[in-house]
């Protein structure tokens, strides 16, 4: 799955927060699920809960840098990036 992390997502993201950085609020506008569902990022992985189960991303590289820095207040610019499902 390809996420697109726009200038849009920069500016409504907060830093610091697992819900509403910049790379959740992509993962959500990406899947546009239709059944109640919750984004969580960490410094590692994307966490999706759906329906009664969660499913566990692997960050690439550069999507771990870019929350890195934009937690810490220094300049990002939108990217994109492919995510994978953890099947583990």
């Not at 899947?31 to 109640?36: A, D, R, Y």
């Not at 984004?39 to 329906?51: D, L, Q």
């Not at 692997?58 to 995510?83: G, H, Y």
Request: proline share 5%; aromatic share 12%.
């Amino acid at each position: 799955m390809i996420i697109q992390v726009t200038q849009k997502d920069i500016d409504k993201g907060l830093k610091s927060t697992c819900y509403y950085c910049p790379v959740a609020l992509a993962f959500k506008r990406k899947i546009k699920s239709e059944i109640p569902c919750g984004v969580a990022v960490n410094a590692k992985n994307v966490h999706h809960f759906h329906g009664k189960s969660w499913d566990k991303y692997k960050l690439p590289k550069e999507a771990k840098k870019f929350i890195q820095r934009f937690d810490n207040d220094q300049s990002v610019k939108p990217f994109s990036f492919e995510i994978k499902k953890d099947l583990k």
